[in-house]
């Protein structure tokens, strides 16, 4: 395995997340491009949020399969919580060591959830992720857009706390995502995810190859 280099043939890391509303395939498509990175022995890591972490593995219990009401400030907060200790004891050492991060959901999903979904504060709740990030912004990120009713028929067997909203709801989130990329898009690409998987993973690997050697 080997790390990327720079232009100075200095190992750097890579933060690259996946982002989209539930449906949408960025599950499958990380697994595929971490088996590419594998299989070009480029050191990489595979983590997601909520529960990369020891401390998130119990966040994320909490979070999506908590069966009493949770108020909507207190989903924020626990988001929060998993995503600093994500960032501290995982993310921060491994791009440190130059790896490849790839990230399944990450600063965009508060931004689309809790904040188009969940009609709280976008510009608070991107003060609260920057302070959750220390400052740490992805190199990349990867939205998979999806017609919202195409995502839905998508989904199957028992759904969690999120999943389970109704249309609107996913509706907001697709809205969400798409402004996010339309305000940042130097950072942010939208793969059309409405292909089939082996058409999005060519998309999904072009524009990680283009940060990769560029």
């Not at 988001?79 to 790896?99: S, V």
């Not at 809790?114 to 302070?131: A, F, M, P, V």
């Amino acid at each position: 395995m080997h790390t990327v280099k720079n232009a100075k043939n200095e190992a750097r890391g890579y933060f690259i997340t996946f982002e989209g509303a539930d449906g949408c395939g960025k599950t499958t498509q990380i697994e595929l491009i971490k088996k590419y990175l594998d299989e070009k022995n480029i050191e990489n890591i595979l983590t997601r949020e909520p529960g990369g972490s020891d401390l998130g593995i119990h966040l994320r219990k909490i979070l999506l399969h908590y069966e009493n009401p949770v108020s909507n400030v207190a989903e924020t907060f626990l988001y929060l919580a998993d995503r600093a200790q994500h960032i501290e004891y995982k993310i921060k050492p491994a791009l440190k060591e130059g790896k490849v991060v790839l990230c399944d959901r990450h600063t965009d999903s508060t931004i689309a959830y809790q904040g188009y979904g969940r009609n709280q504060s976008i510009d608070e709740i991107k003060h609260l992720n920057s302070i959750a990030t220390q400052g740490l912004v992805p190199h990349l990120t990867i939205v998979f857009d999806v017609e919202t009713e195409i995502a839905q028929k998508r989904l199957k067997g028992e759904k969690d706390r999120l999943e389970a909203e109704g249309i609107e709801f996913h509706k907001k989130l697709r809205k969400g995502y798409l402004d996010i990329a339309k305000n940042d898009p130097k950072r942010v690409k939208i793969i059309d995810a409405n292909q089939s998987i082996e058409e999005v993973f060519t998309d999904t690997k072009k524009v990680i190859e283009e940060l990769l050697n560029g």
